[in-house]
């Protein structure tokens, strides 16, 4: 079965440093996404890409954060400078069809720890 | 802003046991409502989606109901399996834009 894929599974950095996590959405999906989840909180909205461009963007996507499809199967969230706040997992997600239809696939998560 | 409640927080019980998952959200104006499974430390497996239009949907032993009007989503465990165990999230997507907003999620433990 298809399945979104999502390197590397944990990443330690210190504070500062710029950090890039990787997925690889399922192939035919067009639509592309970045959830968080603190620990022990509930998982958060951070930014929807689509046709090769930010379709939206939560408040917690700030200029720290970017996003990039740099071929046509890798899609990548890079925080340029992280914080201690940054620590949480971070879960790639894509669909096929547009907004108001399809189901959403999540990846098992990149573990970020901000020392 | 979408506000989404999930009842009760914790639930323990006897493997075998037929259950009820709540999720309550503020706005209405939805296009769907996914319900998801989350093992310890792992990603979000997709349940179970229900479209807007319809009131409820089907997959095994598990059975989602929608009523948009009043936000309210149920998901119906029968005969509850130990590796039924883990934490369950529901997660509607809004009209207004394409981001699924997550609940706190009901931690489910089935005991042998």
């Known amino acids: 079965e298809p399945e979104v894929t999502q390197t590397p599974s944990h990443q330690v950095t210190q504070m500062g440093q710029e950090v890039i996590l990787r997925c690889v959405p399922i192939s035919n999906h067009l639509y592309f996404y970045w959830y968080r989840q603190i620990l022990g909180q509930k998982v958060e909205f951070l930014v929807s890409?689509?046709?090769?461009?930010?379709?939206?963007k939560s408040e917690i996507f700030d200029d720290q954060f970017s996003v990039e499809r740099p071929d046509g199967s890798n899609f990548t969230l890079k925080i340029r400078s992280t914080k201690l706040e940054d620590s949480a997992m971070y879960f790639c997600a894509s669909k096929l069809f547009g907004t108001n239809t399809g189901e959403l696939f999540f990846g098992e998560g990149s573990r970020l720890t901000v020392l | 802003k979408q506000e989404v409640t999930q009842i009760p927080a914790a639930l323990s019980v006897p493997e075998g046991e037929n259950l009820v998952l709540n999720c309550s959200f503020t706005d209405s104006a939805i296009y769907n409502l996914q319900w998801f499974r989350q093992d310890p430390g792992k990603g979000l497996t997709s349940l179970l989606l229900i479209q807007s239009s319809q009131r409820e949907q089907t997959s095994g032993r598990l059975n989602a109901s929608l009523d948009k009007s009043s936000g309210r989503s149920t998901l119906y465990i029968a005969a509850s399996q130990p590796g039924d165990s883990a934490t369950y999230l529901c997660a509607p997507l809004e009209t207004s834009g394409s981001r699924l907003t997550f609940g706190e999620g009901t931690q489910l433990t089935v005991n042998p």
């Open positions: 890409f689509y046709n090769n461009e930010i379709s939206e």
